[in-house]
């Protein structure tokens, strides 16, 4: 997928990965896998306030504490 207005890719660099882990570790739902934990990273790396997912139920109590919105 290539980059345009509306789409960005972000590679998870070690970095990204080592902040995944440890939002990981404070969430004590854990019907929230590891790679949710990713999304999370890159959105507070990329400054994405919104997030587009069809697993709603998941991310709804994580909005507040990650400062983003669900899309609608």
Known sequence: MTDSEH?????ITEELHGRSVEI???IDSKNV???DCS????????GIKQLLTFGTTDFKSLRRRYN????R
């Open 39 to 46: 999304i999370l990273a890159v959105l507070n790396y990329a």
């Open 33 to 35: 896998s590891l790679v």
């Open 7 to 11: 789409i960005r890719s972000v590679h």
């Open 68 to 71: 983003f919105d669900l899309y």
């Open 24 to 26: 990981f570790k404070t």
